[in-house]
């Protein structure tokens, strides 16, 4: 006989959680490290930036003699070079000289600012001009003026970023600003999916009598994908202990890091995964006070850790965004594992059981705070109430009335502005 556990939806997280342990680090380069977390410290070799230079085009010059310039009383320098950015001049700024300058290009010797062309004599940038003898400075800067100097950004020697960081567009740039093209990340978790049942068919098969289409499948394969983790589909199990093992045994081949099963795993029916399991594995089977959700296998299977998700397709994804998607973020080195929450005033009054309810909601923003509203018929089945969706609102265990307008909390899946 199994023996079920009843846990709250913290205590199954808790457990679950407990055996999660960040994968170790791998060196990716540059674009490979997108969206995956930092497993040691970056480093700067150099600056940033590398030298000083320019911010404008203009004319270097030094600063002391652009006292008192104006447009009424320009003050007359002479130009001595040209320098370009990706070049260095060999000029040197003496009191009463300057250097026509491009952005970026690095300052000359002995100048300490730069005028933009605009507060000049000069054309505005027009390349067919040659070198002008000299030109009219009309205003007066102050030494560092529109000058970036080195090491303002970072100084070389820095830690730039530190072991748990996120690498996001803006951190990959920095990195290849820095010459750093290789880095040190917690490796891609690794996860299977495996769908079980004899109704299911593959996605480009023809439905037959008593037959539905194996949906958890593609499903939960996209949402370890858009953790940036690989997934790795078993495809679908026949309710046979041998059928499931074959798929398992595949998925230990693959070396994977955790699995992910769906259906079989009810209490009381006949369900081969739970047969293997009991047999094959160290899983405990629980019955979570949650909806939609409630029997949930977690543990592990020859040394995998393995979680078995109920069937229904919204159960599925609920479960796995509740217990797999912090697992997985766990794996992969983040130590903050949740979505953002909200709290938000519920626009109709809803009924509950009294276990933990995540309500598919839709949440804008108004001008009293976030509104959530239903998105309509809540059944475990009705994916699209999925699909409509941008929250899980939660209504806690106990609560089995909740009146329009009560205030609850919301698990952000997307932001208002991504609603369509
Ligand atoms: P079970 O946990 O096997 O009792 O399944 C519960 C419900 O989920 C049943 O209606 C199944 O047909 C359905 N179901 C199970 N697996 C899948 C799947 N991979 N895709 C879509 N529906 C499924
Ligand atoms: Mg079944």
Request: aromatic content about 4%; glycine content about 10%.
């Amino acid at each position: 006989m199994t023996r079920v556990e009843d846990l709250t939806v913290a205590e199954a997280l808790a457990l679950i959680l407990d055996k999660a342990h960040p994968l170790p680090a791998e060196k990716a380069h540059l674009l490979d490290a997108l969206g995956r977390v930092l497993a040691e410290p970056v480093v700067a070799h150099d600056s940033l930036p590398p030298f000083a230079n320019s911010s404008m085009d203009g004319y270097a010059m030094r600063a002391a003699d652009t006292v008192g310039a104006s447009s009424g009383t320009p003050v007359s320098l002479r130009v001595l070079a040209d320098v370009a950015a990706g070049t260095v001049s060999q000029a040197v700024v003496t009191p009463g000289t300057a250097v026509r300058i491009m952005t970026g290009a690095a300052l000359p010797a002995g100048a300490d600012a730069v005028v933009p062309v605009e507060d000049t004599d000069e054309p505005w940038r027009d390349p067919a001009r040659p070198l002008p003898a000299t030109v009219q400075i009309r205003r007066s800067v102050r030494s560092g003026d529109f000058v970036r100097p080195i090491g303002e950004d970072i100084e070389a020697g820095q830690i730039v970023m530190a072991p748990g960081h996120l690498l996001r567009p803006q951190e990959i740039g920095v990195l290849a600003a820095l010459g750093v093209s290789d880095v040190f990340v917690h490796r891609r978790p690794r996860v299977a999916i495996l769908a079980t049942g004899d109704e299911l068919v593959g996605v480009e098969q023809p439905l037959a009598p008593g037959k539905i289409r194996n949906s958890n499948g593609y499903a939960q394969a996209a949402q370890v994908m858009s953790l940036g983790a690989e997934a790795i589909n078993l495809g679908v199990a026949h309710d046979t202990e041998a059928d499931v093992r074959a798929k398992l045994r595949r998925g230990l081949d693959a070396g994977v890091d955790l699995f992910v099963s769906s259906a079989g795993v009810s209490v009381g029916a006949y369900d081969v995964v739970k047969e293997v399991l009991e047999q094959e594995g160290k899983v405990g089977f629980w019955r979570v006070r949650m909806r939609p959700g409630k029997p949930l296998a977690f543990g592990s299977y020859q040394g995998v850790p393995f979680l078995g998700l109920p069937g229904n397709p919204v159960s599925a994804m609920v479960s796995f965004e509740r217990f797999a998607r912090p697992f997985v973020r766990k794996l992969a080195g983040f130590s903050d594992l949740d979505r953002p929450q909200v709290e938000v005033t519920l626009g109709e009054e809803m009924e509950s059981d009294g276990r933990e309810t995540y309500l598919r909601a839709v949440v804008t923003r108004g001008p009293g705070g976030y509104q959530a509203h239903s998105t309509g018929s809540q059944g475990s089945h009705v994916l699209t109430s999925l699909v409509r969706a941008n929250a899980l609102v939660i209504i806690p265990e106990g609560m089995t009335h909740v009146p329009a307008g009560a205030k609850l909390l919301a698990l952000m899946i997307d932001w208002p502005e991504h609603v369509f």
